[in-house]
């Protein structure tokens, strides 16, 4: 069995794979996932403890990180003591070309275009709605090209909040009118129908360049996404973690 983790911005997630099945996921979980990572001290019981009760037999582990490098390497010492651990790098030899001209690209965003790659095949753009919106494009012939990074719907909340004197703190997503007629239903529209029309825009300018793109939606706010933007999408929810699990399927036939 494969452990696969994301270590995000906001959050860190995982899912247990065996073989091709996701048998265990961080979401089910979540009341014991946010101790499991918040304390790193009680790492490993908590690991062990988790994975005894769902009578797990795990050998192996990657991971993805946006964390520093000395998070990184306390979390990779904790866990190869148990697993054999790999973490996704800007090294790491992939299925893919990656054409990115940059070794700050996030990890998460790599293993996303993989992903979409080893579910949807080539000439695939994957749009990540999570603390930030990506949108990262492979073309036909599986090579990483790039694409866009801006500002999801908290972090547009907090700078209006943070950057003005008098615009409160608002949170969440939801259905609201175009037209605001309060201050806070006036935030919701332009940060929710701003970000959605952002959203539909950019893929249609994807259309237009790149004939027959296929199009897969990704991260915490994809379900609301995908059902607001009027075009045919794929929702995975779990894209960066078939992603993983892909690369680390590479690596280990390289290695043989």
Partial sequence: MLLAIDRGNTNDKFVVFDNDKIILESSKIQWHFTKFF?????????????????????????????????????????????????????????PIQNMYQ???????????????????????????????????????????????????FKIKYEALHNFTANLPLINGIDEVNLVGNNTKDSIRSGVINGTIAEIEQTINLYKQRFFDVKIVITGGDSSFIKSKIGCNVTEEKNLVFWGLKNIYEFNEKSNK
């Fill in 38 to 94: 918040s304390e790193k001290k009680k790492l490993i019981s908590e690991i062990n403890l988790l994975f005894s009760e769902k009578n797990l037999k795990i050998s192996d582990c990657i991971f993805s990180s946006v964390k520093s490098e000395q998070d990184n390497k306390e979390f990779t010492d904790i866990i190869s003591q148990y697993y054999n651990v790999r973490q996704l790098t800007y090294t790491t030899p992939l």
């Fill in 102 to 152: 940059s070794n700050t690209l996030g990890m998460d965003r790599l293993a996303a275009v993989v992903g979409a790659n080893a579910l949807l095949g080539s000439n695939v753009l994957v749009v990540d709605a999570g603390t930030c919106i990506t949108f990262d494009y492979l073309d036909k012939d599986k090579r990483y090209l790039g694409g866009s990074i801006s500002p999801g």
